[in-house]
């Protein structure tokens, strides 16, 4: 992937490519502006004009390849039907377990049904307020239906409930 035109690293440094054009352009475009020739002043603006418009491409491009993820990479986990207290304990469980295990990297938790309803937005509010508090950042998608935790960039010893959780396993 380092070869491909769409890697990260290749768009990382088109985006610092385009940007050192686009001031070059635009310090050429002053020193003309400066010497009166307004003529060549206004295409080297619109030379520069170019270079930002592809330096901002290759940006997006190059932040969506960052937060892009392969199926292997998430789990998901439909919260929806469960009761709000039921489904905060079982998230606690998953994010203690889950955090920190290299391969995945994201965790999609349901919080909402189809309909929209569930206990009048309980859960969803639960759950925001339980990722707060362990600030915790995630992001909505599916119309706030589904929510996006990034389980890589969670230490899961630093989780307040993380050696409150007790797990009974079934003795053999």
Known sequence: EEGDENSF???RQAVREHWVTMKEYYKAAADAYAKGDKERAGKLMKEGQFFNKLAREA???????????????????DFSTFEPREAIKLLKLHLSNLAGIPGIRYLKVGVQNADGQNKKGTLKRLVLKLL?????????????????IRL?????????????????????
């Not at 890589?152 to 053999?172: G, H, M, W």
Request: overall charge negative; charged content about 35%; proline content about 7%.
């Open 59 to 77: 940006d997006e491009r190059s932040v969506n390849k960052l937060t892009e993820s392969r199926p292997d990479e998430e789990m998901s986990l």
């Open 132 to 148: 707060e508090k362990e600030s915790i950042e995630c992001t909505e998608t599916d119309d706030g239906m589904t929510l996006v």
């Open 9 to 11: 690293p290749v768009l």
């Open 152 to 172: 890589d960039e969670i230490n899961p010893q630093a989780l307040s409930f993380a050696k409150k959780q007790k797990v009974n396993l079934p003795t053999i």
